[in-house]
């Protein structure tokens, strides 16, 4: 059985050396697995953030990694890649692995045992990193933004208020310099005590007061980092962030920038055209 990939992205890693543990040709394509990697892959249960693309060098080859994806092998022998994998994050009896998906031809000489160089798209991860970090300070201003419409306790967020995040939100999308969230605002949210009639009559102002939130933020410069339990992709993985609400910490297996000194801005827009589904688009500016 394989070793779990150790994965150095939380540390900000966008070079690293591995060492090629094996290479599977199937439905998914060509994934190649190293022993260790700076690539951040997709998730394959909560695919919010995409996986990064980049470069594997080998005997001056250069061959271009699509996307890193999740990639597990069981104990009686079956790979599986990102949303084929049968089981849960973490589960027993299965070793977890980040693999490099790749659009060409593997070339002669890259097999098991290859020394290779692995290197990120380091403007795409940039990007990335921005687009999530702005995507987890959006959603706390929206807690904040509308704390005021409970009747009922839903639990709160990472920063005390009621988490409407953890709530209503279906579906998170980080792109580069922003992120597209989803919220359910029907029956369940309703009878889990939130005013959807007040929200929907307030839209406008939620927005500003989210958007002012969002902006002394900005203006904080808050050191933003992220703390793991281990070094492989499984192992628990938190952002944190020190706000001048409090400190926020929230489990999350993306890629994050170091301080709040890398935006300019950043901007959320509602979209309720549909009433039963509230869209915030978020979008970050970096600083120049
Ligand atoms: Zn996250």
Redesign the pocket.
Known sequence: MSTPTIVTFAEGAVDGDGVVTRIEQGSHGTVVVVDATPFHPVDHTWP?QPGDSGTITSGGRVLPVAEAVMAAASAEGAFAVGGDIPVKRGAEGWTWLVGHRIDAEVPDGLAEGTRVRLSVDETRRAGLSRG?TAC?LASLALDLAVSDLWRKDPGTDALGNPDFEGRANQSSRIHENGAVDEYRLGKSLRRAGFDTETFAATLADREEQINSRLAAWVASGAASFIRTEGPTIVDRRR?HCDLPEGHAA?L?G?THVDSLTEFSAIVVEFDLSDPQLLVMTTTATPAV
């Open positions: 919010d999530h987890h952002w929230i999350c993306g």
